[in-house]
């Protein structure tokens, strides 16, 4: 992070992705974002109850220290995390406790690297990348969700609650985002029918190993040594107690 002048304190978060796959006329595709220092403001929006209780006290947080004018719901999922941990290092510092398994660890977050994009992968110079799928040998073409995208699933996976209470289509309604292509064909009825009817289950579990992959964003994997000497690798933890240790969700 790059110190920059501004009326208030603000520094540049360099985006995992480089930008390169954002519009050539998005403020995004520079791959830069400014950002503002964490105010009292700010931890008004982290203590908003509402804000809580329906999911979206750290969008708003972030909305709220981007200083780049930009459209949130264009951000790259990846490039919002890595905006996340940026935002903690400025408000509150880079020194992080957690608690594993009634063990209290701590890290220091400025040592958390970026997964950057491979170029080479990108097709046409747009979001959108090819692979092959092992058993069924489909061509399909898939790109990484947005901001803007995690919102259309998560409206579709109410609405799909509600019709059905027992559903459980949290996998096939993502993967119906996430490709953009069967076989050369971009028809949004034939993506839909294809994870519905034919998308064999090693196939997609392939397919979302290699996004996992290949996506840029932040490695946030920290390996913990047990009692018995195990190095373990497990996720460091991201939600409200990331800001705000006293938080009750």
Not at 42 to 68: H, M, Q, Y
Not at 95 to 105: C, H, K
Not at 112 to 123: A, G, V, W
Request: zero cysteines; a negative charge; charged letters at 30%.
């Amino acid at each position: 992070m790059k110190e920059t002048k501004q009326q208030f304190p603000a520094e540049e978060v360099t985006l995992p992705s480089q930008g390169l796959l954002y519009p050539e006329d998005s403020p995004l595709r520079s791959g830069i974002l400014e950002m503002k220092y964490m105010t009292a403001r700010e931890e008004d929006i982290l203590t908003n109850v509402n804000l809580i209780e329906n999911g979206t006290v750290i969008d708003k947080l972030l909305e709220s220290l981007i200083v780049t004018p930009i459209n949130f719901n264009d951000l790259l999922t990846g490039d919002k995390d890595a905006i996340l941990i940026a935002a903690r290092i400025l408000g509150y510092g880079s020194d992080y406790t957690f608690d594993y398994n009634g063990e209290e660890l701590n890290i220091d977050l400025t040592t958390i690297k970026d997964k950057q994009l491979d170029e080479s992968l990108i097709l046409e110079g747009k979001n959108e990348f090819s692979f092959t799928l092992p058993t069924s040998k489909k061509e399909v073409t898939f790109k990484f969700l947005t901001h803007g995208d995690e919102q259309k699933i998560n409206r579709e996976l109410k609405g799909l609650k509600k019709l059905n209470k027992n559903s459980h289509n949290d996998l096939t309604t993502r993967m119906k985002h996430i490709i953009t292509s069967i076989d050369g064909d971009y028809e949004t009825k034939t993506i839909r029918e294809f994870v519905d009817n034919e998308f064999l289950a090693r196939d997609a579990r392939e397919l979302r190993n290699y996004i996992s992959q290949i996506q840029p964003s932040v490695d946030l994997s920290y390996d913990y040594e047990d009692q018995r000497g195990n190095i373990i690798t497990i996720d460091i933890p991201v939600g409200i107690n990331f800001f705000w240790p006293d938080a009750t969700v």
